[in-house]
C-alpha cells in the first residue's frame, strides 16, 4: 500500500514537473520515467552494477600496469580488503580495498593514466556522525571517476571537502596522476581513500592488479609501498565506449560503440536490437543532478525494423557537464531511464 501511494505521488509530481516542461503535455500522451533504485554507498548518479553475464571479469590482462593509488615512496596500511564484511562484501561491489589515509594531508594517486569522467567535493557529511545508514548514505562521500581505458574505470572514494584536484574531462598523463587530498566524506569509520574497479558495461566491481599483485592479496592490517611514478602517457584511442547490454535494463542491446565523452554536434551510432518487443528506441538525456527531468530538445525516437534500428543521434546543443544518457525501447511515448550511464559532453 505504501509503495502504491509512494508511485501515486510520484506520478503526480512528476505530472507537475512534465507541465512545467512540456507546454503540451496531455495524460495521454505524457511519457513514463521509471525511478532509478541505486544501492551505490558512493552515489546515486551511476546507478549500481547492471548485472553480471559471465562471471566477474578481470581488468588486469588489459591494464596490466597499474600501480597503488598514492605517490611513489609512500605507504599507507589497508584498512579492509576485497569482500571486507565492512561495506567491502556488497554484490556487485567486492573487490574494493580501503587504504587508511590522513584527512587533508595524503594526496591519492590515478593508478594509471586515463580521462577524468565524474568528480564531487562539494560534501561535509559523514554518515556515520551524523548516524545515517549505509542504505540511506546515497550522496555523501566526495569522489572521482577516472577511465582507465579498455572498459574499465576506477573510482576514488571519501575525499574531503573542496579536495579534488581534477575536474571532469581531464587527462591523467605521464607526470601528473594527481586526484587530491583524502578525507572521510560519506560511510566510512576513518579518513580512507577507498578504491575499486568497474567495468563500462555492466557497471560492477571487476578485479585487477597493483604493483602486479592481485587486488585479493592486500591484507588488512598491512602496510604497501606504492612505485607509483606516473609515468605512463593517456591516449584517447584507449577510452572506453558503451556497448553490449549496458541498456539492458530497458530493452536494448547494443552492436555500435557509443562513447562517453563527446561534443555538442557529434553524431553517435545508435545501432542494436531491441529485447523486449516494443516497436521503437528511444534515446535522450537528463542531467545527471536531476533524476527525472530530460532535457529538452534531446529525445529523437526511432521505429525498429525487424526489432533492429541503426542511426545516428547528433549531441543536442545543451551546456557542457555531466548528463546521463538514455537509450531505451519505447512504445513511441513511452521509455525510461533505469540504470542510465554517465555521459560528459564538453
Ligand atoms: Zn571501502
Not at 509503495?3 to 512545467?20: D, P, W
Not at 525511478?35 to 547492471?50: F, L
Not at 560492477?204 to 602496510?223: D, H, N, P
Request: proline share 4%; aromatic share 10%; hydrophobic share 30%.
Amino acid at each position: 500500500m505504501i509503495s502504491v501511494i509512494s508511485s501515486m505521488i510520484r506520478g503526480m509530481l512528476y505530472l507537475c514537473i512534465a507541465t512545467l516542461l512540456f507546454s503540451s503535455c496531455s495524460l495521454l500522451g505524457l511519457e513514463e520515467e521509471e525511478e532509478e533504485t541505486s544501492t551505490s554507498s558512493n552515489s546515486a548518479s551511476t546507478g549500481s552494477c547492471r548485472g553480471r553475464s559471465g562471471g566477474v571479469k578481470d581488468s588486469s590482462a588489459s591494464l596490466p600496469n597499474l600501480k597503488l593509488p598514492y605517490p611513489t615512496g609512500k605507504s599507507h596500511v589497508v584498512g579492509q580488503g576485497w569482500g571486507g564484511d565492512f561495506t567491502h562484501y556488497r554484490e556487485g561491489r567486492e573487490h574494493a580495498i580501503d587504504f587508511r589515509m590522513a584527512e587533508g594531508v595524503d594526496t591519492i594517486s590515478a593508478v594509471g593514466p586515463g580521462r577524468v569522467i565524474a568528480v564531487k567535493e562539494d560534501s561535509n557529511t559523514n554518515c556515520i556522525t551524523a548516524g545515517i545508514p549505509l542504505s540511506a548514505c546515497t550522496d555523501a562521500a566526495n569522489y572521482v571517476y577516472v577511465d582507465h581505458g579498455k572498459g574499465y574505470l576506477g573510482r576514488y572514494v571519501h575525499f574531503c571537502q573542496n579536495c579534488v584536484a581534477v575536474n571532469p574531462g581531464d587527462v591523467l598523463t605521464g607526470g601528473n596522476y594527481n586526484l587530491g587530498y583524502a578525507g572521510n566524506t560519506g560511510y566510512s569509520g576513518r579518513p580512507h581513500l577507498h578504491f575499486e574497479m568497474f567495468d563500462f558495461e555492466e557497471n560492477c566491481s571487476v578485479k585487477y592488479k597493483l604493483e602486479g599483485i592481485s587486488g585479493e592479496s592486500y591484507t588488512a592490517g598491512q602496510s604497501y609501498s606504492s612505485t607509483n611514478t606516473a609515468s605512463e602517457n593517456w591516449n584517447d584511442s584507449n577510452l572506453s565506449k558503451y556497448t553490449g547490454k549496458v541498456f539492458s535494463a530497458r530493452g536494448i542491446e547494443l552492436t555500435s560503440e557509443i562513447p562517453w565523452y563527446a561534443q555538442v554536434g557529434e553524431s553517435l551510432p545508435i545501432a542494436g536490437k531491441i529485447t523486449d518487443g516494443k516497436p521503437a528506441v528511444t534515446v535522450f538525456l537528463i542531467p545527471d543532478s536531476l533524476g527525472n527531468v530530460r532535457i529538452s530538445g534531446s529525445i529523437q525516437t526511432k521505429t525498429a525494423t525487424n526489432g533492429t534500428f541503426n542511426f545516428t543521434y547528433q549531441v543536442p546543443s545543451v551546456s557542457p557537464g555531466l548528463y546521463r544518457l538514455g537509450i531505451s525501447s519505447s512504445s513511441g511515448t513511452s521509455w525510461g531511464y533505469t540504470k542510465a550511464p554517465l555521459f560528459l559532453i564538453y
